[in-house]
């Protein structure tokens, strides 16, 4: 079956600080993989995504790249700001292959401090 | 419409009530679904709409009652709850079709049951 595993937090950062936060995956299929974001008290945001090998997701200054060779997507950020502080998770989904479940990462609670 | 749209955004019911969550989107995705959402922990999938027939039934007690009325709509009917069912209720959509295999999440009712 599919899963992802995240590294687990939490991350406390000090503002302008770079963020990476791992994900790594196992698939049967050829997977689309997300970065989704939660503040406090929300839904879940869809950050950026990716469907195939090599794209690269970017936004609001995130970016994660499809790595098949290493089956990761690791999220980076060159600057934090405090308004970053969250809880991201990181999923896949096979849709294509006719799977309809989401697979979530168990969700990397970040702290962006002044 | 890039949204999905849920109502309430806070529940509090008592455990002999009849409540019902509803979702609503509009951007043509024919696939709906429920997640839970518990504290620190990601979304667990409830139940998946194809076409507003129900393809999938993650094992959810019967007290958890969904509806889809049509292409638009989702709805989470509960009865008899019990405190543990408290939670972030989460309704997402997304295409069935073509490439872009994104999920769309609303903000969520958060759930009380007391």
């Known amino acids: 079956g599919n899963s992802v595993t995240q590294m687990e937090g939490p991350v406390t950062l000090s503002e302008e600080a770079f963020l990476t936060i791992n994900c790594t995956y196992t698939?049967?299929?050829?997977?689309?993989l997300f970065w989704y974001v939660q503040y406090p008290g929300e839904g879940l945001q869809l950050l950026l995504k990716?469907?195939?090998?090599?794209d690269k997701g970017s936004n609001k200054g995130f970016e994660a790249t499809y790595r098949k060779e290493t089956t990761s997507f690791h999220l980076e950020k060159g600057s934090v700001q405090v308004s970053d502080s969250a809880v991201y998770f990181c999923?896949?989904?096979?849709?294509?292959?006719?799977?309809?479940?989401?697979?979530f990462g168990k969700g990397t609670k970040l702290s962006v401090i002044p | 419409d890039t949204e999905v749209t849920q109502t309430p955004k806070h529940l509090v019911m008592g455990m002999t009530n009849k409540k019902s969550l509803k979702c609503e989107q509009h951007?043509?995705?024919?696939?709906m679904y429920w997640y839970k959402q518990k504290a620190k922990k990601p979304p667990e999938l409830m139940f998946v709409?194809?076409?507003?027939?129900?393809?999938i039934n993650e094992s959810v007690p019967s007290r958890f009652s969904p509806e889809c009325p049509n292409s638009s709509l989702l709805n989470l009917h509960l009865h008899a709850l019990q405190p543990e069912d408290s939670a972030l209720y989460l309704c997402?959509?997304?295409?069935?079709?073509?490439?872009?295999?994104?999920?769309?999440f609303g903000s969520g009712t958060r759930l009380t049951v007391v």
């Open positions: 997402a959509s997304s295409q069935l079709t073509g490439t872009d295999y994104g999920y769309t």
């Open positions: 698939a049967t299929g050829y997977p689309s």
């Open positions: 990716a469907t195939k090998a090599d």
């Open positions: 999923a896949l989904s096979d849709l294509g292959a006719g799977s309809y479940q989401l697979t």
């Open positions: 951007m043509g995705h024919r696939a």
């Open positions: 709409y194809s076409y507003e027939k129900l393809s």
